[in-house]
């Protein structure tokens, strides 16, 4: 599967008359793209900003945030299973305007969750979204709407923001291209490379996925088992951000850091990336072991990895699963990496892992238990009511896992923890 | 800096394992690897008393030991103490670990010692001492003891201690953040590159290894016994009356069930973010199964169901917490005259 990505680059963005893409400067019509949002009548009403890099402003409580991407015509379905039809992800050309983002704001949901875009000082270095010119969309749902009714507004919204943006670019030619190109487990010609996988969980069934709650190709995936994707599925609308997104957004499945670099070493002859496998955490034990044990027999018997690399999604159960999926790995003859994030409680090393197998031998431990940052007051909210925007623009502490991004669980996170 | 410094009877120069009983003795001045601790501490500094015990001696009287040593410290105003370095010898490291500990706890000057990692003493006491990494060989004397002393000097004027592997010392067990270069992903696929290659690697973090908990006597007759629940489930009466937090529990409550043959939703809910709780709120018996036990109690099954259950949330918890609250809950059990106990989990 070859997927070509057409890199057009936003070093601005601004309001204008029409929608446009002029050079680098992305342009944007603010009341058409209220108009083909308000096309969906659970919406009430849609308010847009903008923040640039550097300004003193901040965005918040976060939904999502999505790289603005459209599929050449021809080439394959937009967001597959949400705005599009069902068709595989991740073949043909994707055009991408690179340095820019869609930032979904949710109304409804509270500061605890501490979801932020923090556009200037301190924090905002530590974090990868900050250099992004963000169109922030705050979409006002019809309030008799159940919570996980207007949650799927919002997922709409996003997708429709993204590929309203990115269709400036298709009369355009791009910066640069990108080529991903795997046959996956039948890679031929690469003898003696380590074949290397990823396992990565999409879901922690601590919470119950909503019933319209779309994460894989439109699926809530409940009732699902582990299931095998080209690395480029990932990387192309196949796969977005469930509701519980702890560290956790669509545009690292889009720019998803881990497939990227295992992408670049197979490039470099160093690997053969051979495939990926999409898992859930669990909520009872058999289906932890059931999920645990079919994804390290994927790896295993359908994709003959020599190598895995797996990651979590959410907090403890997650954790303690992909433990249990990488221990089935080594002891399958599969080397495994995993990544952690911050446990412990009372900073004790003793503290910081949910399991106890010595099989499991390779950690990277992603810190932010006590990094955090005194925010000034901004001058610029972008907030789903009044209420959150009096809560936002003061000066505030805050820690790293509020700060998207910084204690990301995709692998983009430069915050980790050293033990003393 | 005055210096009291301590060493087990061979590097005191007393001799080998038949000097093992020897019991604690001072010395003043610097004696055997002293002199060289003198050297690399500089010219402000001085050994002004030796201890030296006998190793059998030390494992076997340590309140002696450290009382002796207290009175030392004390009576000669040491701004420092200093044990060993002990490399591999396991009592000296340990006698060394315990008067380190005590010396700084009870008279607040630093303390500082060396061992090697395999040491049974590091296992004691990394977490409370800064302990350098003396590694096997004696010959590594000097090279140990220079460690130490940037170390005593970096704790005397309460300088921040760098990294283990940039001070020497064997990790604490620690926690603290720092920004690196490299993203997550970036060093996830370095790593595993190096183990498919058979390379060397650096995991971020080493798998603690716990001692086993060996199992209890089994109980003789079970139609005898009383039988108590207990989880970690979180399951609580209506309003959580002990406000058992749902995440990392300090707390655990007792509940009283003598009188239900059955648990109701709607008189309990869950304090337990962990989980998806859905089905224990519709029947708490799931989490707590009093039903079934009521059942076996009148089939003589089991001898008597105990009158509470206790409960708290094992969501997120640190160990030193989940050890403090498993030894509450044991202790109140005996106390009651349990006999055994079901342990539920989420």
């Given at each position: 599967m070859e997927l070509t990505l057409a890199i057009h680059q936003v070093n601005d963005l601004r309001f204008g008359d029409s929608t446009y893409l002029d050079g680098s400067t992305l342009v944007v019509d603010r009341e058409s793209l209220t108009n083909h949002l308000l096309e969906d009548p659970r919406l009430q009403s849609v308010d847009m900003d903008i923040a640039n890099p550097g300004e003193a402003c901040r965005i918040g409580v976060v939904f999502d945030i999505i790289e603005p991407r459209i599929k050449e015509p021809g080439a394959g379905s937009d967001y597959?299973?949400?705005?599009?039809?069902?068709a595989t992800a991740g073949q043909g050309t994707t055009h991408v305007l690179r340095g820019a983002a869609v930032t979904v704001v949710d109304e409804a949901a509270p500061l605890a969750n501490n979801k932020i875009v923090e556009m200037s000082g301190p924090a905002s270095e530590a974090s990868p979204y900050s250099v992004l010119h963000h169109l922030a969309v705050v979409p006002h749902t019809d309030p008799n709407l159940e919570r996980h009714i207007a949650q799927n507004t919002l997922r709409l919204a996003s997708v429709k923001t993204s590929v309203f943006l990115a269709k400036t670019a298709l009369d355009q030619s791009p910066n640069a291209t990108e080529v991903f190109q795997s046959d996956g487990p039948i890679q031929a010609g690469r003898d003696g490379l380590p074949r290397v996988a990823y396992i990565g969980q999409i879901h922690s069934r601590q919470r119950v996925a909503e019933?319209?709650?779309?994460i894989l190709y439109g699926a809530n995936t409940a009732g699902m088992v582990p299931v095998m994707l080209h690395p480029n599925e990932w990387l192309d609308g196949g796969v977005v951000s469930g509701y519980q997104n702890m560290g956790v957004e669509t545009y690292f499945y889009q720019n998803h850091p881990i497939i990227n670099e295992l992408y670049r070493w197979h490039r470099e002859g160093k690997l053969t990336l051979v495939g990926t496998i999409a898992t859930m955490a669990a909520s009872d034990n058999e289906d932890r072991e059931r999920n645990c044990m079919l994804a390290s027999e994927m790896a295993k018997w359908n994709l003959a990895a020599d190598g895995v690399v797996l990651t979590k999604y959410g907090g403890g159960a997650p954790h303690a699963d992909m433990a249990l999926t990488a221990r089935l790995c080594e002891q399958s003859g599969i080397f495994t990496t995993v990544q952690v994030s911050d446990m412990s409680r009372d900073r004790q090393a003793e503290s910081a892992l949910l399991f106890n197998y010595p099989e499991v031998d390779a950690i990277v431990y992603v810190g932010g238990g006590d990094t955090s940052w005194d925010l000034p007051a901004v001058e610029k909210v972008v907030a789903g009511n009044p209420a959150m925007t009096a809560a936002l623009e003061v000066a505030q502490g805050i820690p790293a896992g509020g700060i998207c991004g910084v204690t990301s669980q995709q692998g983009i996170s430069k915050l980790r923890c050293f033990v003393y | 800096m005055r210096v009291v410094h301590y060493l087990n009877q061979f590097f005191g120069g007393?001799?080998?394992?038949?000097?093992?009983?020897a019991p604690p003795e001072v010395r003043d001045g610097a004696v055997g690897p002293g002199r060289l601790l003198e050297r690399v501490l500089g010219q402000d500094s001085q050994v002004v008393k030796t201890v030296i015990c006998g190793d059998n001696f030390a494992a076997e009287n340590p309140d002696v030991l450290k009382e002796f040593v207290l009175k030392e410290v004390a009576a000669c105003k040491a701004d420092l103490f200093v044990a060993g370095p002990c490399f591999e010898a396991g009592r000296y490291g340990a006698a060394a670990g315990a008067l380190c500990v005590d010396v700084s706890a009870e008279i607040g000057i630093p303390a500082v010692t060396g061992m090697a990692v395999e040491n049974p003493g590091v296992d004691l006491y990394r977490q409370k001492l800064y302990i350098v990494d003396s590694g096997e060989s004696v010959s590594a004397m000097e090279a140990t003891l220079s460690k130490m002393a940037a170390i005593a000097a970096k704790l005397s004027v309460g300088q921040e201690m760098g990294a283990p592997t940039d001070d020497g010392y064997i990790p604490r067990g620690i926690l603290r953040d720092g920004f690196v270069e490299k993203s997550a992903a970036e060093r996830m696929v370095e790593m595993l590159y190096a183990k498919t290659q058979g390379a060397a690697f650096q995991s971020e973090l080493t798998v603690t290894t716990f001692p086993s908990v060996p199992a209890p006597?089994?109980?003789?007759?079970i139609s005898k016994a009383r039988v108590a629940i207990v989880t970690?489930?979180?399951?609580?009466?209506?309003?959580?009356p002990d406000n058992i937090a749902h995440t990392a529990a300090t707390t655990w409550g007792s509940y009283d069930i003598s009188k239900k043959n059955d648990l109701k939703g709607e008189d309990y809910e869950v304090a337990h973010r962990g989980y998806d709780t859905r089905y224990v709120r519709q029947d708490p018996d799931r989490m707590v199964p009093v039903d079934v036990m009521r059942e076996l109690e009148s089939e003589g099954v089991v001898g008597k169901l105990h009158d509470q259950f206790i409960s708290t949330s094992g969501l997120a918890n640190p160990l030193a917490n989940s050890r403090r609250l498993g030894q509450e809950i044991a202790q109140k059990l005996k106390d009651s005259g349990v006999d055994a106990v079901i342990l539920t989990s989420a």
């Amino acid at each position: 599967m070859e997927l070509t990505l057409a890199i057009h680059q936003v070093n601005d963005l601004r309001f204008g008359d029409s929608t446009y893409l002029d050079g680098s400067t992305l342009v944007v019509d603010r009341e058409s793209l209220t108009n083909h949002l308000l096309e969906d009548p659970r919406l009430q009403s849609v308010d847009m900003d903008i923040a640039n890099p550097g300004e003193a402003c901040r965005i918040g409580v976060v939904f999502d945030i999505i790289e603005p991407r459209i599929k050449e015509p021809g080439a394959g379905s937009d967001y597959p299973g949400i705005l599009g039809p069902i068709a595989t992800a991740g073949q043909g050309t994707t055009h991408v305007l690179r340095g820019a983002a869609v930032t979904v704001v949710d109304e409804a949901a509270p500061l605890a969750n501490n979801k932020i875009v923090e556009m200037s000082g301190p924090a905002s270095e530590a974090s990868p979204y900050s250099v992004l010119h963000h169109l922030a969309v705050v979409p006002h749902t019809d309030p008799n709407l159940e919570r996980h009714i207007a949650q799927n507004t919002l997922r709409l919204a996003s997708v429709k923001t993204s590929v309203f943006l990115a269709k400036t670019a298709l009369d355009q030619s791009p910066n640069a291209t990108e080529v991903f190109q795997s046959d996956g487990p039948i890679q031929a010609g690469r003898d003696g490379l380590p074949r290397v996988a990823y396992i990565g969980q999409i879901h922690s069934r601590q919470r119950v996925a909503e019933v319209d709650e779309q994460i894989l190709y439109g699926a809530n995936t409940a009732g699902m088992v582990p299931v095998m994707l080209h690395p480029n599925e990932w990387l192309d609308g196949g796969v977005v951000s469930g509701y519980q997104n702890m560290g956790v957004e669509t545009y690292f499945y889009q720019n998803h850091p881990i497939i990227n670099e295992l992408y670049r070493w197979h490039r470099e002859g160093k690997l053969t990336l051979v495939g990926t496998i999409a898992t859930m955490a669990a909520s009872d034990n058999e289906d932890r072991e059931r999920n645990c044990m079919l994804a390290s027999e994927m790896a295993k018997w359908n994709l003959a990895a020599d190598g895995v690399v797996l990651t979590k999604y959410g907090g403890g159960a997650p954790h303690a699963d992909m433990a249990l999926t990488a221990r089935l790995c080594e002891q399958s003859g599969i080397f495994t990496t995993v990544q952690v994030s911050d446990m412990s409680r009372d900073r004790q090393a003793e503290s910081a892992l949910l399991f106890n197998y010595p099989e499991v031998d390779a950690i990277v431990y992603v810190g932010g238990g006590d990094t955090s940052w005194d925010l000034p007051a901004v001058e610029k909210v972008v907030a789903g009511n009044p209420a959150m925007t009096a809560a936002l623009e003061v000066a505030q502490g805050i820690p790293a896992g509020g700060i998207c991004g910084v204690t990301s669980q995709q692998g983009i996170s430069k915050l980790r923890c050293f033990v003393y | 800096m005055r210096v009291v410094h301590y060493l087990n009877q061979f590097f005191g120069g007393l001799g080998g394992e038949e000097f093992a009983s020897a019991p604690p003795e001072v010395r003043d001045g610097a004696v055997g690897p002293g002199r060289l601790l003198e050297r690399v501490l500089g010219q402000d500094s001085q050994v002004v008393k030796t201890v030296i015990c006998g190793d059998n001696f030390a494992a076997e009287n340590p309140d002696v030991l450290k009382e002796f040593v207290l009175k030392e410290v004390a009576a000669c105003k040491a701004d420092l103490f200093v044990a060993g370095p002990c490399f591999e010898a396991g009592r000296y490291g340990a006698a060394a670990g315990a008067l380190c500990v005590d010396v700084s706890a009870e008279i607040g000057i630093p303390a500082v010692t060396g061992m090697a990692v395999e040491n049974p003493g590091v296992d004691l006491y990394r977490q409370k001492l800064y302990i350098v990494d003396s590694g096997e060989s004696v010959s590594a004397m000097e090279a140990t003891l220079s460690k130490m002393a940037a170390i005593a000097a970096k704790l005397s004027v309460g300088q921040e201690m760098g990294a283990p592997t940039d001070d020497g010392y064997i990790p604490r067990g620690i926690l603290r953040d720092g920004f690196v270069e490299k993203s997550a992903a970036e060093r996830m696929v370095e790593m595993l590159y190096a183990k498919t290659q058979g390379a060397a690697f650096q995991s971020e973090l080493t798998v603690t290894t716990f001692p086993s908990v060996p199992a209890p006597p089994p109980v003789i007759d079970i139609s005898k016994a009383r039988v108590a629940i207990v989880t970690d489930g979180g399951v609580v009466p209506q309003g959580n009356p002990d406000n058992i937090a749902h995440t990392a529990a300090t707390t655990w409550g007792s509940y009283d069930i003598s009188k239900k043959n059955d648990l109701k939703g709607e008189d309990y809910e869950v304090a337990h973010r962990g989980y998806d709780t859905r089905y224990v709120r519709q029947d708490p018996d799931r989490m707590v199964p009093v039903d079934v036990m009521r059942e076996l109690e009148s089939e003589g099954v089991v001898g008597k169901l105990h009158d509470q259950f206790i409960s708290t949330s094992g969501l997120a918890n640190p160990l030193a917490n989940s050890r403090r609250l498993g030894q509450e809950i044991a202790q109140k059990l005996k106390d009651s005259g349990v006999d055994a106990v079901i342990l539920t989990s989420a």
